[in-house]
């Protein structure tokens, strides 16, 4: 059973930089593509972006040129650099399996990030 544990998260200022992980137990994690999403009170999951097992990353439309994802397999980790932060990103963050519904492993707790005008 895979573990996923995400961290990273805190409070910045708009304009502000955080970097997020995803490290994860059990050897399957680097077969799979991963994704993070994100979750604000009152709103639905949503990804944020995507990265294959290979490297081909994906993003949505909101965080592209802000938002770098990267994995090191070797590391069992996958990391989300969000640079040019604004308000509209505070959320709980996940990460899981790509693509979603679907998702292969249990939820982690997330990593909460709050970007303050």
């Known amino acids: 059973q895979v573990q996923l544990v995400e961290s990273g998260g805190g409070l910045v200022q708009a304009g502000g930089s955080l970097r997020l992980s995803c490290a994860a137990s059990?050897?399957?994690?680097?077969?799979?593509?991963i994704g993070w999403y994100r979750q604000a009170p009152g709103h639905q999951r949503d990804l944020v972006a995507h990265?294959?097992?290979?490297?081909?990353?994906n993003y949505a439309d909101s965080v592209k040129g802000r938002f770098t994802i990267s994995r090191d397999n070797a590391q069992n980790t996958v990391t989300l650099q969000m640079n040019s932060l604004k308000p509209e990103d505070t959320a709980v963050y996940y990460c899981?399996?790509?693509?979603?519904?679907?998702?292969?492993?249990?939820w982690g707790q997330g990593t909460q990030v709050t970007v303050s005008s």
């Open positions: 990265i294959s097992s290979s490297g081909t990353t």
């Open positions: 059990g050897s399957t994690f680097r077969f799979n593509a």
């Open positions: 899981n399996t790509w693509p979603w519904p679907g998702v292969r492993f249990t």
